[in-house]
């Protein structure tokens, strides 16, 4: 699966109508749904469509025609998400009608064409799940502990200084297990 962590934007243009395609990390969604509307009132539609994993490891998908005729614009979207492997990943198409009709066919193509479009601008990254530990461990082994979770990918989310140390740390599956083998005599998992 893939993902971005910034929005891009493309516009396209198909007999005289403009396609403006911007696509953003999921959790920008709403935020930029509302800006979009506010900046371009004179716009037709708002064709959007998205797919993120929710908390039980599920993809949750949704699509939206936004009054175009039914299937031509919100499913055409989609399905370059999904046929691209995106995930937690948000389309919006803003479009500006031209005064000619493009068809069903040419709604597809057009809204299909739009979003490949800003897609292949898009820096790809690949998804990997994170796990999530609380450690404990004294203070004489502070510097250990952050040396080893720079060394193997570990993220400190927090650190909370009492009798001992116990930090929340993040990191995916293979990273987390390199490092707690490396740190196996000096912590207490929590959690």
Same mark, same amino acid.
Do not use: W
């Given at each position: 699966? #893939?993902?971005?962590?910034k929005m891009y934007n493309e516009t396209?243009?198909?007999?005289?109508?403009?396609?403006?395609?911007?696509?953003?990390?999921?959790?920008?969604?709403?935020?930029?749904?509302?800006?979009?509307?506010?900046?371009?009132? #004179?716009a037709r539609h708002f064709v959007v469509?998205?797919?993120?994993?929710?908390?039980?490891?599920? +993809?949750?998908?949704?699509?939206?025609?936004?009054?175009?005729?039914?299937?031509?614009?919100?499913?055409?979207?989609?399905?370059?998400?999904?046929?691209?492997?995106?995930?937690?990943?948000?389309? +919006?198409?803003?479009?500006?009608?031209?005064?000619?009709?493009?068809?069903?066919?040419?709604?597809?193509?057009?809204y299909s064409d739009a979003v490949n479009?800003?897609?292949?601008?898009?820096?790809?990254?690949?998804?990997?799940?994170?796990?999530?530990?609380?450690?404990?461990?004294?203070?004489?082994?502070?510097?250990?502990? /952050?040396?080893?979770?720079? /060394?193997?990918?570990?993220?400190?989310? /927090?650190?909370?200084?009492?009798?001992?140390?116990? &930090? /929340?740390?993040?990191?995916?599956?293979?990273?987390?297990?390199? &490092?707690?083998?490396?740190?196996?005599?000096?912590?207490?998992?929590?959690?």
């Open positions: 699966m #893939k993902y971005i962590d396209l243009e198909v007999k005289q109508s403009k396609f403006i395609t911007y696509l953003m990390p999921y959790s920008e969604y709403e935020a930029t749904l509302k800006k979009l509307k506010l900046e371009h009132p #004179k469509s998205y797919r993120y994993l929710n908390q039980y490891k599920q +993809i949750v998908e949704h699509s939206s025609d936004d009054g175009e005729p039914k299937g031509t614009s919100g499913k055409p979207t989609l399905f370059v998400l999904q046929g691209s492997d995106m995930i937690n990943t948000a389309v +919006i198409v803003v479009r500006y009608f031209g005064g000619t009709k493009l068809g069903t066919g040419g709604l597809v193509r057009a479009l800003v897609l292949n601008q898009a820096i790809l990254l690949e998804y990997k799940e994170m796990i999530s530990k609380k450690i404990s461990f004294d203070y004489t082994n502070l510097r250990l502990i /952050e040396y080893e979770c720079i /060394e193997n990918r570990v993220n400190i989310i /927090e650190k909370v200084f009492d009798s001992g140390a116990l &930090f /929340e740390i993040k990191a995916t599956e293979s990273d987390m297990k390199t &490092f707690l083998k490396q740190v196996d005599r000096v912590v207490t998992i929590v959690l």
